[in-house]
């Protein structure tokens, strides 16, 4: 039996993983984390000194998702980090804790299995077209950008190679600004307006022809719970950070 703590137990994908947790009979809900919900514990901290868990599930938000995941390594648990805000930087602070007490981390942009296929599609094409961008669209209220999913798409792609760029971004003649951000090489245009939940498209050009590779998420949890399930039940046998979810699905 895996013990879980949720983190965010109260929240829009967070409730939906907590339900699934306490209908599965290889899984135990020992405790959940919501800062608006009095009956709960309010921090990552206090839930896991007053019960004992396995693995950490973090659906919060961007300000504390990098606190609530310290927390749970320092004390020797695993976590799953569904949560969007993590730079690189971040993440490399967090492989490495997590290698110093021996547990593992699985992070994802988007737990949805069509997003982790987006992945492995899109380090697929910039092997053969050496020209691409992003597009990461969300909702108006979303406060940090790019998302957590454009930004992963981002750091695959890094690790194919860089992006083929006629006028380097330095050198804009008018608002750089307007190129978008540079994020692991590639460049990534943050919309936010109303409508839209999570979006994530990859444009890539040749000369004469374009592909596009576009994730677009509904408005039901529902696609995310079965991928955070699998890396609940990956990440004990783990050590160090995992980063995307197509890494589980082989």
């Known amino acids: 039996m895996i013990r879980v ?5 109260t929240g829009w994908t ?11 009979p290889d899984l135990e809900l020992v405790s959940g984390v919501s800062r608006s919900d009095p009956t709960r514990f309010s921090s990552v901290a206090e839930a896991l000194d007053a019960a004992a ?7 919060t938000h961007a300000a504390v998702v990098k606190e609530n995941v310290l927390a749970a390594l320092a004390r020797g648990v695993g976590v799953v980090v569904g949560s969007s805000g993590l730079s690189a930087g971040d993440y490399a602070e967090i492989d490495a804790l997590a290698r110093e007490r021996g547990v593992g981390v699985i992070a994802a942009g988007n737990f949805s299995v069509t997003a ?3 992945l492995r599609f899109a380090a697929d094409a910039a092997r053969h077209v050496e020209s691409w961008e992003v597009i990461d669209y969300a909702s108006e209220g979303k406060e940090d950008a790019p998302s957590g999913t454009s930004r992963e798409v981002a750091e695959r792609l890094e690790g194919v190679r860089a992006p083929a760029v006629a006028v380097p971004v330095d050198e804009t003649l008018g608002d750089r600004e307007a190129r978008g951000a540079t994020v692991a090489g590639t460049q990534v245009h943050s919309l936010r307006l109303p409508s ?8 890539f050009a040749a000369t004469g022809e374009r592909l596009s590779i576009r994730h677009d998420a509904g408005e039901s949890a529902a696609p995310y719970v079965a991928g955070t399930l699998l890396a609940v039940r990956a990440v004990p046998g783990r050590v160090g950070l995992t980063r995307g979810l197509d890494s589980l699905l082989d």
């Open 5 to 9: 703590c949720v983190a965010g137990v």
């Open 196 to 203: 839209f939940t999570v979006s994530t498209e990859v444009v």
């Open 116 to 118: 982790a296929l987006l």
């Open 53 to 59: 868990a396995d693995v950490l599930v973090d659906y």
């Open 14 to 24: 967070g409730s939906a993983v907590a339900e699934a947790v306490e209908a599965a």
